[in-house]
């Protein structure tokens, strides 16, 4: 059963309040998307004003602390993410488990703390080049992904799944349409060992180098439930043809 698709730029941190209104011609070119998911996470100062200015779409965080309020200088709760109009957040991203050494034990504590108050999560796993070149990859992602996943899914915020291999964050480079379908597909497995018929349900985002030149390959891609958008979610002539291209698969068969 395909899922509906989900694309949501990362914003990283890129974003003032001159952008506000790239996010409003993103916001009201997705409504002609109404089979796609569409969300933009954005830096958690411009969530407030991002929220306002486009009422009804969705605004996701970045990061987020798992406890819920407290000594934590300069970090954001999960109830924090949503009081200022979030809806999501992405956790445990490569360059935050990177530059801020967060461990999986740390981002499974972050994807339960925002999905217990409501939060949508965007899940971040991917290997390096080097694991990649050793022939590692799949296990080093399935360990990731066994210790970053929260042990059980209740309530009714969604749990997605981002596929990113660092070597392909940035730089141009994407996985082969196998590589990517080979991910996927243990990535379900490890789902729905761990959830049940409830993992078939997650989404699995890639994420990586995706361009409206290349997301149409990327999309039709079996267990490629949507993509996670660096650098080209940051204008609307270039995310728009990707939310475009995943509306155009919607209903079309997936490649194994
Ligand atoms: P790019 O799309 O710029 O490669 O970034 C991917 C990414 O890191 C999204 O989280």
């Not at 996010?23 to 100062?45: G, S, W």
């Not at 339960?112 to 796993?125: H, K, N, P, T």
């Not at 995706?210 to 995310?239: R, Y």
Request: hydrophobic content about 45%.
């Amino acid at each position: 059963m395909a899922l509906k698709k989900l694309v949501a730029g990362n914003w990283k941190m890129h974003g003032l309040s001159a952008d506000l209104s790239e996010i409003e011609a993103i916001a009201t070119a997705a409504r002609d998307y109404p089979n796609v998911d569409v969300a933009l996470c954005v830096p958690a100062i411009l969530i407030e004003r991002a929220a306002r200015a486009v009422p009804g779409f969705s605004i996701g965080g970045q990061d987020v602390h798992d406890a819920e309020q407290g000594a934590h200088t300069g970090c954001t709760s999960a109830l924090m993410l949503l009081d200022a109009g979030a809806s999501l957040t992405i956790v445990g991203h490569s360059e935050r488990r990177d530059a801020q050494r967060e461990s999986n034990e740390e981002v499974r504590a972050k994807a339960e703390a925002a999905l217990s108050v409501g939060l949508d999560v965007i899940l971040c796993i991917g290997e390096s080049f080097d694991v990649r070149e050793r022939g590692a990859a799949v296990d080093t992602v399935t360990a990731q992904l066994d210790a970053s996943l929260p042990p059980s899914l209740e309530g009714e915020a969604e749990l997605a799944v981002a596929y990113e291999p660092i070597w392909a964050i940035g730089t141009g480079k994407v996985p082969t349409g196998p590589q990517i379908a080979e991910m996927h597909a243990t990535i379900r497995a490890r789902l729905r060992a761990r959830y049940g018929a409830d993992g078939t349900h997650v989404r699995i985002l890639y994420g990586g180098s995706v361009k409206p030149s290349n997301a149409g390959e990327i999309f039709a891609i079996a267990d490629v439930d949507g993509a996670l958008v660096g650098g080209a979610s940051l204008k609307a002539a270039d995310f728009i043809p990707i939310v475009a291209a995943a509306a155009a698969v919607e209903g079309q068969g997936t490649i194994a």
